[in-house]
């Protein structure tokens, strides 16, 4: 067997356990765990494993998103409408521009 044979088969297999290892960590941690959290306020009986516990840890996760998405919305009108008074404008609230004299 060629040496490059062996260090391919080497390195995709490695590639592969850590792949395998990412995998898990983002379901077992990212995902289910806030699920598991928050199944638990309002059960006792929750299983770690479930799907009930899959799905609630994928809607926070898209709830969490969805609010950072609008707070930054929210946050960068703030800025905008700062620099244009700052600027010695006028902000327009409905179009979201600024209007110099």
């Known amino acids: 067997?060629?040496?490059?044979?062996?260090?391919?088969?080497v390195l995709s297999s490695a590639f592969r356990f850590v792949g395998q290892?990412?995998?898990?960590?983002?379901a077992e941690v990212i995902v289910k765990?806030?699920?598991y959290l928050i199944c638990r306020l309002f059960?006792?009986?929750?299983?770690?494993?479930?799907?009930?516990?899959?799905?609630?840890?994928i809607l926070f996760w898209i709830t969490l998103a969805t609010a950072a998405w609008a707070a930054w919305g929210e946050i960068s009108a703030s800025a905008d409408m700062d620099r244009c008074l700052?600027?010695?404008?006028?902000?327009?609230?409905?179009?979201?521009?600024?209007?110099f004299k």
């Open 1 to 9: 067997m060629p040496l490059g044979e062996i260090a391919s088969e």
């Open 21 to 26: 290892v990412l995998i898990d960590l983002v």
């Open 33 to 35: 765990g806030p699920g």
């Open 43 to 57: 059960s006792k009986d929750v299983d770690p494993d479930g799907m009930r516990v899959a799905v609630v840890g």
């Open 86 to 99: 700052d600027a010695g404008g006028k902000y327009d609230d409905q179009l979201r521009q600024c209007r």
